[in-house]
């Protein structure tokens, strides 16, 4: 993977989020969020067209900052535990209300297995999108899927299985106002 891309997207996702912040804060959340997390490994071999699925959990922090009408930037360090693995994830989603309960999320989201040596390469890069429901100002659920755009599979190998880590999360949230 080409390293300088990802320092761009890391940039990129940072730069969003101190843009956000200069709006207006007194509509920024901080909060927690829990939950189930599917895990789907694409193609693993390349004579084998089997996807692959195991499930696991995940927990972490979120902030949410206001940008415009119905608009947020809404940034995540969640840690998931899938089939003995552990894996970070950072989002980066832009978040818009269609209804004063219901909003869409889309965004990057880098994420990285920690803790453990794999044959795989460890840092992946993901595309997200999905849906978010505030049952009151403060609690809400949100479901997401997550496609992986680079090939954590693929680590020095002579041929491209095309095998993708794509997952999906729904959980509840508790965001803490200000």
Request: aromatic share 16%.
């Amino acid at each position: 993977m080409n390293v300088k891309l990802c320092l761009v997207i890391i940039g990129l996702c940072f730069f969003s989020i101190a843009k956000a912040q200069t709006f207006f804060v007194q509509k920024s959340a901080f909060g927690v969020e829990a939950g189930y997390v599917m895990a789907e490994f694409t193609k693993e071999f390349p004579n084998d067209p089997k996807n692959r699925s195991t499930q696991g959990f995940y927990g972490g922090i979120n902030a949410q900052f206001y940008i415009e009408n119905k608009s947020f930037i809404k940034a995540d360090v969640l840690l998931s535990f899938v089939q003995d693995s552990f894996w970070l994830h950072l989002p980066v989603l832009y978040k818009y209300y269609i209804t004063n309960h219901l909003s869409l999320l889309a965004g990057p989201q880098l994420s990285v297995i920690v803790g453990q040596k794999t044959p795989y390469n460890s840092f992946g890069i993901d595309l997200g999108a999905g849906v978010a429901f505030d049952i009151t100002d403060n609690i809400y659920l949100q479901a997401k899927y997550n496609f992986e755009l680079t090939n954590t599979r693929l680590q020095k190998a002579e041929i491209d299985t095309g095998s993708r880590h794509n997952t999906i999360f729904a959980g509840i949230g508790y965001r803490f106002l200000d």
